[in-house]
């Protein structure tokens, strides 16, 4: 009998808790600070969040150029929320509370920057355990020319609901959520070279006398690069030749001559056009724009 009434009486006092609760201002705790001194959880009395983020695929699928535009990833964020026993009564007294989500970058590779547009959202709580209230924000992506072509760019992300108590922050009206979500990007490959002429871009070359010139071409990119060596043009006659292709590996310089014979006499300049096109070694489909380079040969007859 004494049993029975302990127990009558313990449904009561907690039913008058969530009654006083009412007349009381409710105290929002970030989840991480209060899960580990909850003394009536919000699983069993009040209610429970939950907390899940998406995003499109498309918007994640090309890979990120270094240095160039931000990339923008719209993130949506659905709150719902599980009733526990008193859970409808909570619903009830505070559905007009505003719910706190926060929203935060947790990590990304150091070459890597990543910003939200809007760390703090607000939302009300949905009035059914089958359905969710949606927000929104903005994740933007940046990589510097350090990020190395074609590797992995994780952005890991922390979701947090904001638990909510009430007097003395007793009672857990809302148990708060957090969760990781890890946006996924892959750096693109930046073909970019330039040219160096340790002796300049002119040369004498008497007649008939093979004559070379040195050239070095610096792989200013992020992935190792193949460069692909074109003579453009050149006078008619004369024999003049270079290597097909150059390896050239990241932040080095490559080294090739430039082979010139005049077949016939002449006095003054002649032109010679070469062309240097950056290829990725590892894709050889993907290749940036060409540069070109005049080399002028000239001969001075002596009497």
């Excluded at 150029?65 to 009564?89: A, K, N, Q, W, Y």
């Excluded at 000239?298 to 009497?303: A, G, R, T, W």
């Amino acid at each position: 009998m004494r049993e029975q009434l302990s127990r009558k009486y313990l449904v009561v006092g907690v039913a008058f808790l969530f009654v006083v609760a009412g007349f009381v201002t409710v105290q929002a705790i970030p989840f991480e600070e209060k899960k580990q001194s909850e003394t009536l959880s919000g699983d069993f009395f009040g209610m429970s969040s939950i907390v899940l983020v998406s995003w499109d695929a498309n918007q994640t699928e090309e890979p990120i150029m270094p240095r160039g535009l931000l990339r923008h990833v719209d993130l949506e964020i659905s709150f719902g929320v599980t009733f526990g026993v008193f859970g409808r009564l909570v619903y009830l007294l505070f559905r007009n509370q505003p719910v706190i989500i926060t929203v935060d970058v947790e990590d990304t590779p150091d070459w890597c920057i990543a910003t939200m547009s809007q760390k703090t959202l607000q939302c009300t709580i949905p009035s059914r355990e089958d359905s969710y209230v949606t927000v929104h924000t903005m994740c933007s992506v940046q990589v510097s020319d350090d990020a190395p072509a074609f590797a992995p760019c994780p952005i890991k992300i922390q979701t947090t609901v904001q638990s909510f108590y009430g007097p003395f922050g007793f009672i857990s009206l809302l148990r708060g959520a957090t969760r990781e979500d890890t946006v996924m990007f892959t750096v693109a490959y930046k073909p970019l070279i330039s040219s160096l002429f340790p002796e300049t871009t002119m040369i004498e070359a008497p007649p008939f006398i093979e004559v070379q010139l040195p050239i070095w071409i610096k792989n200013q990119g992020n992935g190792r690069t193949t460069v692909v060596n074109e003579i453009v043009d050149y006078p008619d006659g004369w024999m003049v030749s270079l290597p097909d292709q150059l390896v050239v590996e990241v932040g080095e310089y490559g080294k090739m001559n430039l082979s010139i014979i005049p077949t016939w006499f002449y006095v003054g300049e002649e032109f010679i056009t070469l062309s240097f096109t950056p290829h990725s070694s590892d894709d050889f489909s993907l290749y940036g724009e060409p540069i070109f380079v005049t080399i002028v040969a000239y001969f001075e007859f002596q009497k």
